[in-house]
């Protein structure tokens, strides 16, 4: 595979539930993020992993819990997630920190 | 004021012609600049990128720089249909933090 793998594509989840997100980039990139998309919002930076270090996190609530085991995996741990957390959220890799992001294809999650 | 500003569009243009997409900009400090391409259902995907004053092109597309208005700006010439997407603005400003503009949806008519 190339590029950066999003699983899954979609995702419907209640207000209990607990699910992850999983990222994987074979890019051989150093950095890593979180990102979510909302409609009429910008694109909203969530985590930044450098070297499978988290070097920022935008004050993002903690029922969102980021995990990088290595430089080529990110997951995202989502549990009592409330309806306004539906979005699409994307993960990209870049060679260098903030520089330029390859995308994967997104999760679009549903909170009923 | 926002950080990265865009009209939202829809910004229609006629096949054939030259499509301009702008973008400002507030942190007067920042340095690197992109553009995005993000089809209806997909994820974005950058398209150009430009760091110094001045025009950069790439085939169909040319990006423009003006750090002194701190505007950057994206040409599409001979627009085609293809070319219907929003266009999304990214700006590196002070450490390194890059900030996403809301786009501009282009409309390419036959």
């Known amino acids: 595979e190339t590029g950066v793998t999003q699983t899954p594509r979609h995702l419907v989840m209640g207000m209990t539930n607990k699910k992850s997100l999983k990222c994987e980039q074979h890019l051989g990139h150093n950095a890593m993020y979180w990102y979510k998309q909302s409609a009429k919002k910008p694109l909203e930076l969530m985590f930044v992993y450098s070297l499978e270090e988290r070097v920022e996190n935008n004050s993002v609530p903690s029922r969102f819990s980021p995990e990088c085991p290595n430089s080529s995996h990110l997951f995202l741990h989502l549990h009592t997630l409330q309806p306004e957390d539906s979005a699409l959220y994307l993960c990209?890799?870049?060679?260098?920190?903030?520089?330029?992001?390859?995308f994967g294809s997104g999760t679009q999650l549903s909170v009923l | 004021q926002k950080e990265v500003e865009q009209n939202s569009g829809p910004l229609s243009v006629p096949e054939g012609a030259i499509a301009s997409l702008n973008c400002t900009y507030s942190?007067?400090?920042?340095?690197?600049f992109f553009w995005y391409r993000q089809y209806s259902g997909k994820s974005p995907e950058l398209i150009m990128f430009i760091y110094s004053n001045g025009d950069k092109e790439d085939g169909r597309f040319t990006a423009q720089l003006n750090k002194a208005s701190q505007y950057v700006s994206l040409l599409i010439r001979d627009s085609q249909p293809s070319d219907s997407a929003t266009y999304l603005c990214a700006v590196t400003a002070s450490a390194s933090k890059l900030t996403f503009g809301t786009g501009t949806r282009l409309q390419v008519t036959l």
């Open positions: 942190d007067r400090g920042s340095q690197s």
């Open positions: 990209a890799s870049s060679q260098e920190v903030q520089g330029k992001l390859f």
